[in-house]
């Protein structure tokens, strides 16, 4: 009887457990599977990674002190299953991929998971033959399920490293057997996939281009592009590159070979794992500084964070901009509409054209110049790439204008917003003479500074927008008290528990013609 009612408490508990993993899992997956990463999530919540129904089945131990395990591990059995039928799957932006490496890691926790319960069978079974230790086993192992996951990962890293550099030396054998295939590498703290689709249209009006897809900014992203989709009839291939520590554009460099590198703007992002601004500039040029001698920066000079770093490779230069002077390509005479923006751009060899472009801000500016500045030096004419532009699509969540069917205009740039850009996403929302709504729940990984950056972009929205959301009570406290700080009324700003709640409130004080800013859309990993 025993025996059976084991069989019956393990297969309870191995369904609730599954269920735990796979959300530990998924918060690893979302963290790039980096062990330091995970662990300051662990860290920073307490409360998802050791909820209280973990310990619910503890009430099992109750049976044990009137010496009934029968008892005892029907308790259990009820209890895990119970937990296991009822948990909740929140819903997610990003949801878990079930890749081969997320299966190996699937593997490897079973693995752990099953030597801790024949552990705590052996123990049950024993001369003592109590289930006290199967019962504390098991509510053990699933409390500290996070670390179970996080164990795995670190005994999979060896074989992963392997499949992984298996991978990037195939890679590299494609780039190399194409000795005509020219690689523009794209880099920035914000404005490199705006650039990277801009780019990709313009040039693929005279030539065959292939860019990474989404957002496909990492060696292993690039890698995948590389092996699945480069085929020998590309003449060009984009790879937008992406860093969250230092060498990681480096090694990206490294695997393409780049011959051409376009830096779009360097800013305070990522500081949780970059620390300081320098070693985010050091960082970005590490695109610039792994040119070849007969490469080609291409660099935005009104960026002063770009200009004030000490470039030492000599390679070719071309300076981009508005303000500046002495630029190889200028934007002047720029006019915005809620259709827009158009502006004259002006080569450095006296030529100029006007550009006519759906997409909206003064930082879609830069990133046009930029692509400008490449098509035009690869000899495409100034003409062909104005009517490139023209036809060049909002990327999706960063500045991408939607129609509601009620009164709502939406300036959709949710995805991973960063101090300047946020602004400038408000210096256009000001533009706009409709009824002004932000919606936000504030900036994230920006380190020490994370709460005076945030208080700063609050107050700066209390001068532009008739109404705020913010989303997350806890999140949003530096946001909270910027609007506190200009004296803005409470009666036109709202904190909504989450984004449901928000767009729900968004709907409600948008009664007449409205233009709502949708900036940032947290991860997953940062649901309160």
């Not at 008892?71 to 079930?98: P, T």
């Not at 230069?317 to 508005?322: A, E, L, R, S």
């Not at 006007?354 to 030096?377: C, D, F, M, P, W």
């Not at 960063?398 to 400038?424: A, C, Q, Y």
Request: proline content about 3%.
């Amino acid at each position: 009887m025993i025996s059976f009612l084991i069989i019956i408490f393990l297969a309870a508990w191995g369904f609730y457990t599954a269920r735990l993993v796979k959300k530990s899992a998924h918060m690893l997956q979302l963290n790039s599977y980096r062990n330091e990463r995970y662990w300051r999530w662990i860290k920073d919540h307490p409360g998802q990674v050791f909820p209280g129904k973990n310990i619910v089945p503890a009430v099992a131990f109750l049976a044990l002190l009137m010496e009934n395990e029968v008892l005892a591990l029907l308790i259990g059995i009820v209890l895990y299953a119970v937990n296991g039928y009822f948990l909740k799957e929140e819903q997610q932006k990003k949801k878990l991929v079930i890749t081969a490496r997320v299966k190996r890691l699937f593997i490897t926790t079973g693995v752990l998971y099953s030597v801790f319960a024949l552990l705590g069978v052996l123990l049950s079974l024993g001369e003592e033959r109590t289930v006290f230790w199967l019962l504390l086993v098991t509510i053990i192992t699933n409390f500290l399920v996070f670390f179970m996951v996080k164990a795995a990962n670190v005994l999979n890293w060896p074989i992963e490293n392997q499949i992984n550099q298996y991978y990037f030396n195939d890679a590299e054998k494609i780039i190399k057997s194409m000795p005509n295939l020219e690689v523009i590498g794209v880099t920035g703290s914000y404005g490199k996939t705006s650039t990277k689709h801009i780019l990709e249209r313009v040039l693929s009006s005279q030539y065959n281009v292939l860019m990474t897809p989404e957002s496909y900014n990492t060696k292993m992203g690039v890698t995948r592009t590389i092996r699945s989709m480069l085929k020998p009839y590309h003449e060009l291939f984009i790879a937008e590159m992406g860093a969250k520590q230092e060498h990681d554009i480096e090694e990206i460099c490294e695997l393409v070979h780049q011959k051409y590198g376009i830096l779009t703007a360097i800013g305070e992002q990522h500081l949780e794992t970059f620390k300081s601004l320098d070693n985010i500039k050091k960082t970005k040029f590490e695109l610039v500084e792994t040119l070849p001698h007969e490469g080609t920066a291409f660099l935005n000079k009104d960026d002063k964070n770009i200009m004030a770093y000490e470039q030492r490779n000599r390679c070719r230069t071309i300076y981009y901009g508005i303000d500046e002077t002495d630029l190889h390509y200028r934007a002047g005479d720029i006019s915005y509409s809620s259709k827009g923006s158009k502006f004259t751009v002006y080569k450095y060899d006296g030529t100029s054209m006007e550009v006519q472009t759906k997409l909206l801000g003064r930082h879609n500016i830069y990133n046009i110049l930029a692509a400008i500045a490449i098509a035009s030096e690869k000899g495409i004419s100034l003409e062909k790439i104005a009517r490139a532009i023209k036809q060049v699509q909002p990327v999706e969540h960063r500045l991408e204008l939607r129609k509601t069917s009620g009164n709502i205009t939406i300036v959709d740039d949710s995805f991973n917003s960063n101090p300047v850009g946020s602004r400038m996403a408000l210096e256009v929302l000001g533009q706009m003479p409709e009824y002004k709504v932000l919606v936000t729940p504030g900036m994230i990984e920006l380190g020490e500074k994370e709460y005076d950056l945030n208080k700063s972009f609050a107050e700066y929205a209390a001068d532009v927008c008739d109404f705020i959301i913010l989303v997350g009570k806890k999140q949003t406290k530096p946001l909270q008290d910027g609007l506190a700080a200009k004296g803005y009324p409470e009666n036109q700003f709202y904190v909504a528990a989450d984004l449901q709640d928000a767009l729900a409130k968004m709907n409600e004080v948008s009664v007449q013609k409205s233009v709502v800013l949708l900036e940032n859309d947290l991860p997953d990993t940062f649901n309160e």
